[in-house]
């Protein structure tokens, strides 16, 4: 499921809408949580590269194990 998710356009458009909102939130907002040079979300994106991987890897292996070999 998750596999299939990041692999859609509305996932990058959810993942450019997060990081626009968190930057504009950061740099223009009264509560900035994560100053410049925004090192939390360095660390969120990393977190979620490593996950994503985790689940594409997950999924290919899933394909590979359900095709006919030749």
Do not use: C, K
Not at 24 to 45: E, K
């Amino acid at each position: 499921m998750v596999g299939w998710f990041v692999g859609t356009i509305h996932f990058v458009i959810l993942q450019l809408l997060l990081v626009a909102a968190w930057t504009v939130w950061n740099v223009y907002g009264s509560a900035r949580f994560d100053p410049y040079p925004f090192n939390f979300l360095t660390l969120v994106v990393s977190l979620e590269a490593i996950f994503l991987s985790i689940f594409v890897l997950m999924s290919q292996n899933r394909a590979a194990r359900h095709q006919i070999p030749v």
